[in-house]
């Protein structure tokens, strides 16, 4: 059975950095795409960045440029710089592989201002 299972999340300041990291276990091969989410109360999940393993990673405009994602095949890690107080959201980490979808319990992420 295939689980993922997110760490890392915390309360940072404005400006400050942290670094998620999501791993799944189970049977899965290198032909699946990872990606990460976030949603805050009142509002619906919205896409943050996509990985498929060994291609190109897409990124949401909101993030673009201050993220940096890093891929095993059974992994993916999003650092994040400059951090904003937007960015406040539970975070939940994705994956596809083999037609089907699975998600984390989500980790929570915090930014004071």
């Known amino acids: 059975q295939v689980q993922l299972v997110e760490s890392g999340g915390g309360l940072v300041q404005t400006g400050g950095s942290l670094t998620l990291a999501c791993a799944a276990s189970?049977?899965?091969?290198?032909?699946?795409?990872m990606s990460w989410h976030r949603q805050t109360p009142g509002k619906q999940r919205e896409f943050v960045v996509s990985?498929?393993?060994?291609?190109k990673t897409a990124y949401a405009e909101s993030v673009a440029g201050r993220v940096t994602v890093s891929r095993g095949i059974r992994t993916i890690n999003l650092r994040m710089d400059s951090l904003k107080p937007e960015d406040t959201a539970l975070y939940y980490c994705?994956?596809?592989?083999?037609?089907?979808?699975?998600w984390g319990q989500g980790t929570q992420v915090t930014v004071s201002d």
């Open positions: 189970g049977p899965i091969t290198q032909y699946n795409t």
């Open positions: 994705k994956l596809l592989h083999d037609g089907r979808v699975y």
């Open positions: 990985s498929p393993f060994g291609g």
